[in-house]
């Protein structure tokens, strides 16, 4: 209940090394292991949504609801983007009789603080 609580108070699509730094002051007998279990149990019940988008961590989000994610590859930070019409239509595609149960929509680049602090240092 901690681990999922933690998700739905902290929106910044945490890797299990931050949930469990997190939580473990409070849990002493808290280990990885089991925030990477939870994890991947709440994950397999569609509790929580798991991605990929960063090659070097998992992170996980509570909002399953469907959305994209947007990676900056300056400050690492992952936000929440609204998924638009065009999701909706793949969605409804015959993909040649496979049961697509899951649709990933991943956008990189440099996010809007990092390119305001860019402008801001070529200013000074």
Same mark, same amino acid.
């Given at each position: 209940?901690?681990?999922?609580?933690?998700?739905?108070?902290?929106?910044?699509? *945490? #890797?299990?090394?931050?949930?469990?730094?997190?939580?473990? *002051?409070?849990? *002493?007998?808290?280990?990885?292991?089991?925030?990477? $279990?939870?994890?991947?149990?709440?994950?397999?019940?569609?509790?929580?949504? #798991?991605?990929?988008?960063?090659?070097? $961590?998992?992170?996980?989000?509570?909002?399953?609801?469907?959305?994209?994610?947007?990676l900056? /590859?300056?400050?690492?930070?992952?936000?929440?983007?609204?998924?638009?019409?065009?999701r909706?239509?793949?969605? #409804?595609?015959?993909?040649?009789?496979?049961?697509?149960?899951e649709?990933?929509? %991943? %956008?990189?680049?440099?996010? /809007?603080?990092?390119? $305001?602090?860019?402008?801001?240092?070529?200013?000074?």
């Open positions: 209940m901690s681990i999922m609580r933690y998700l739905m108070e902290h929106l910044t699509h *945490p #890797t299990v090394d931050e949930i469990y730094t997190s939580l473990s *002051p409070e849990m *002493p007998t808290l280990s990885k292991t089991t925030v990477y $279990n939870t994890l991947k149990l709440l994950s397999e019940y569609g509790a929580i949504q #798991t991605l990929t988008i960063d090659e070097r $961590n998992t992170c996980y989000d509570a909002d399953t609801t469907p959305h994209a994610h947007f900056c /590859k300056r400050c690492g930070k992952i936000f929440d983007l609204p998924h638009g019409e065009s909706k239509e793949v969605e #409804t595609w015959e993909m040649n009789g496979h049961d697509v149960q649709i990933h929509f %991943y %956008y990189k680049g440099v996010c /809007k603080d990092c390119k $305001n602090e860019e402008a801001q240092n070529k200013e000074q």
